[in-house]
């Protein structure tokens, strides 16, 4: 599998669905969605709340299963992959950025980090030295050994950029990133953000950032679980 | 006022968490319940049935039933403070957005409700569990031909209501409004909230560890809440192998007492009457009452040449020749001077007893005893059975009296003889105080090597008398022990059962407080194995750090302070328990794995 094909697609999903029930009541998050992501393209997904970017992340990364449709990822249908081998594709191929953050909260920054190329299969001292290389990235070598709850809102989700960036992925998907930031902090994501850009990889964000979206080489805009353009 | 639809509604979408403290709660109060009504109905009450069980040996059971009734409701209380203090940190941010947007007191009052709903829950399910498992045991032992002295179940059971509903309420309410009071709204909002707070505890020596081993240690070790997981888990666990390895020991003593006190190998040569009667009061479950024949007949003296004989026969490894009678004890009250004048120590209680004049030292037995025995200059001293000392206020200051003579007493054996209500004094105290003449009971120890019972029992029988071997009263003794020990394993077993639930419930809820953690280790790329492993080290750890310790104290208790001269189990037995134990706590890996599977069965964080 060749995870940089010029031209090729990374993501593609095929009249993707997603429907939950909640009561007697069925909610459409995703209706019949099809996309196609160019490997080495910086999308962005913009909507207002409920529009259904953030199921669409979850969906291309495999966190939760369409209730219809396909879904292909570097030319692999992982719609139909089985939970352990979604997990190994999703540890090597995809780096993923919550809204929320989601560091371990156990772990401190570097090991957050760590953790995520242990996954992979890395272990030794280069991972360790690998690590503060990304955490110097994001500017946070200082915070190293901080444990999550020792850090502010920017400072773990530059952690998590980190971490996302671990394995080095083909494929970043990112779920509003500066939401909950305030304005400097939300700057120094945007910075990093442009270096993914130079770096060609595949990066589908979730944002209202118009910082953000200006970097995309294409937005899509969502409504009511559906692409409008 | 919060109404209590919203405190209803807020209970019933927490369901796991609300569930595990109900369970709980009710486990720790039918156990409870169960307990003490079974105590009062049948394991108190040994030496009240028609059986002859000593007062010493029924206080054993007794004693052990009461510590299994308290160490149940302390692993649920212990099991439910620690509920309550998960819970108090899942619920940190929900009462900063309380307060957030308005409420004061009412937080306060919303979560003394939600206390006061989970306590009479619990309390209630667990009371009806309790007295509906009462009934159905009392049917059964009545089915198996037990005795049940009736109880009111109900009075008790309300008694234990109240007890139980003012204890759990304190428990689950206080760390909460601890909570509520401590609690700053813009730090309980603030995203750090709930996150981990990790000390300089093993960051050095497990720096260079793995992640996961890392996720899993600072889990189990790292912060206030796990300590207080460690140290619940210690607890129970003590509390756990006190049970097991108490009613073993337990078990084991009151079977050694009792082989103590019969003698092992030993004979019995007395008039066919006098042996009727003798192995009569030593059965503790006599089919009749035989009574006591005219022990003053010189028809049932054993001659002096006879005696003589057996002590000349090289085979005769041990002879105990013995005077008996029936008399009765009179307990002697004590004027004792104090500062102020003088007190009065005892009362005027007296009590039926079989007395034996021995010489101090050819008495076979060997007995359990507090004090000392008598010995050869021991002229107005005696020793009671278990049983008198119910009579008796303080040994240690009262006399008794027997036939209008003063006694002090030397000290008390446990002793199945008569259900414990003996005494032994000189032999010649005795001849002198009833007039009997000569012996009316030899105790003999053999040594078979040398002699054969049929040739040794033609000796006895043709001077009028007969050889009884007391081995086979012994082995029914022994056997009626098992019996009453069967019935009381009901309580071992429920205490694992009780126990093992909670704990199974305890990591469960434990697990659940760390969802996030897992669902995010999930979504980065651990596999189920990266997470069976997490949670299986995080659980050896807690086992390792505290359910061993915890085992370890339990047996310390029990073999230190529990009973006077333990019997300790076997090799095989101790094996069989600690395989016991470690199936309980391998179920904590598998339900801790269930639920970790369960939780991140939808990874979407």
């Known amino acids: 599998m060749d995870d940089q094909k010029p031209g090729g697609n990374a993501i593609e999903l095929i009249d993707v669905s997603k429907t939950y029930r909640v009561d007697d009541r069925t909610v459409n998050a995703l209706l019949e969605i099809n996309m196609e992501i160019s490997t080495g393209e910086f999308v962005t997904a913009t909507g207002p709340s409920g529009a259904g970017k953030t199921t669409l992340l979850n969906i291309v990364g495999g966190l939760d299963k369409p209730t219809e449709g396909e879904v292909r990822v570097l030319g692999l249908t992982i719609s139909e992959l089985e939970e352990d081998v979604l997990a190994a594709f999703r540890c090597r191929r995809i780096g993923y950025v919550f809204q929320s953050y989601n560091l371990v909260s156990t772990l401190t920054a570097a090991e957050n980090i760590e953790f995520a190329m242990e996954l992979a299969g890395s272990h030794g001292e280069n991972i360790t030295e690998k690590a503060m ?61 442009c270096l993914l850009k130079g770096k060609a990889k595949t990066v589908l964000v979730t944002t209202h950032d118009r910082r953000i979206v200006r970097l995309a080489d294409r937005c899509l805009r969502m409504s009511n679980g559906k692409i409008e353009t | 006022m919060v109404t209590l639809s919203y405190i209803l509604k807020d209970l019933s979408r927490r369901r796991f968490q609300t569930l595990s403290a109900i369970g709980a709660l ?84 919303f979560f003394l409700f939600e206390s006061l709903i989970i306590a009479f829950l619990g309390c209630v399910i667990g009371i009806v569990g309790g007295l509906l498992s009462f009934y159905l045991t009392t049917v059964f032992f009545r089915i198996l031909g037990f005795s049940v002295i009736s109880v009111q179940p109900f009075s008790v059971a309300s008694v234990l209501f109240i007890l139980g509903m003012v204890i759990s309420f304190i428990s689950i309410y206080l760390p909460l409004h601890r909570s509520i009071m ?133 085979y005769v490894k041990g002879l105990d020749p013995r005077l008996i009678a029936e008399l009765t004890a009179y307990e002697v009250k004590l004027v004792t001077p104090v500062p ?81 209500y003996t005494i032994y004094l000189k032999y010649e105290t005795l001849q002198a105080l009833t007039g009997f003449e000569d012996p009316n009971v030899v105790l003999v120890k053999l040594d078979l090597e040398k002699t054969s019972i049929s040739d040794f029992e033609g000796s006895v ?56 953690d897992f669902k995010v280790m999930k979504a980065v790329g651990a596999k189920r194995k990266d997470l069976r492993g997490i949670v299986m080290t995080q659980t050896f750890l807690l086992v390792v750090l505290g359910a061993v310790p915890g085992v370890m104290a339990g047996w310390v208790f029990c ?17 069989i328990d600690v395989v016991l134990l470690a199936i309980i706590f391998a179920a904590l890996s598998v339900v801790s794995v269930y639920y970790v599977r369960r939780m991140t069965a939808h990874v979407v964080t």
């Open chain 1, 133 to 193: 290389v990304l955490l110097e990235t994001v500017g946070l070598k200082e915070r190293a050994n901080h444990l999550p709850g020792q850090l502010s809102g920017g400072e773990q989700q530059r952690v998590a950029f980190a971490r996302a960036l671990a394995n080095d992925p083909p494929i970043l998907l990112i779920d509003e990133p500066t939401a909950n930031l305030d304005d400097s902090t939300a700057i120094e994501i945007v910075r990093i953000l």
């Open chain 2, 26 to 109: 009710a486990l720790a109060m039918g156990g409870l319940t169960f307990l003490v009504l079974y105590g009062l109905g049948l394991g108190f009450n040994y030496s009240k049935l028609p059986w002859r069980v000593s007062v010493g040996l029924n206080y054993i059971f007794a004693v052990f039933i009461l510590i299994a009734s308290i160490l149940v409701f302390l692993i649920g209380l212990i099991a439910l403070s620690s509920f309550s203090s998960l819970l108090t940190g899942l619920r940190v941010r929900d009462i900063g957005i309380m307060k957030a947007i308005g409420l004061a007191e009412e937080v306060n009052s």
């Open chain 2, 182 to 314: 401590k609690l700053q709204t813009s730090n309980a909002l603030s995203p750090q909230t709930m996150k981990l707070r990790l000390g300089n505890l093993g960051r050095r020596s497990i720096a260079r560890a793995s992640p996961a081993f890392k996720i899993a240690s600072r889990s189990a070790l790292g912060d206030k809440g796990s300590s207080r997981t460690l140290i619940s888990l210690f607890l129970i666990s003590c509390l756990l192998s006190t049970i097991i390895f108490g009613g073993q020991i337990i078990s084991g003593t009151v079977q050694n007492y009792v082989e103590r006190g019969i003698g092992e190998g030993v004979f019995l040569i007395a008039h066919k009457d006098i042996v009727a009667y003798y192995v009569n009061r030593l059965s503790f479950n006599p089919l009749e009452d035989v009574a006591a024949p005219n022990l003053s007949n010189p028809g049932y003296n054993i001659p002096v040449g006879f005696v003589d004989w057996l002590r000349s026969q090289p």
């Open chain 2, 340 to 420: 102020d004048g003088y007190m009065i120590v005892g009362d005027d209680r007296r009590a039926q007893v079989l007395a034996l004049g021995v010489n101090p030292g050819d008495v076979l037995n060997d007995w359990v005893l507090s004090g000392r025995f008598i010995n050869e200059g021991d002229e107005s001293a005696l020793v009671v059975g278990d049983s008198l000392l119910d009579v008796v206020y303080d040994i240690s200051q009262e006399h008794l009296k027997i036939l209008g003579r003063d006694f002090d007493i030397a000290g008390a054996c446990v002793d199945p003889l008569n259900g414990g």
């Open chain 2, 461 to 516: 029988t043709r001077n009028n008398l007969e050889l009884y071997d007391l081995t086979s009263v012994l082995d029914k003794d022994l056997g009626f022990l098992q019996d009453v020990w069967l019935s009381l394993s009901t309580l071992p077993s429920l205490t694992i059962i009780i126990g093992g639930l909670i704990l199974i419930n305890f990591t469960a809820l434990s697990v659940s407080a760390r969802s996030n």
């Open chain 2, 559 to 575: 073999t230190s302070f529990l009973v006077l001269s333990p019997s300790l189990p076997s090799v095989l037995t101790i094996a």
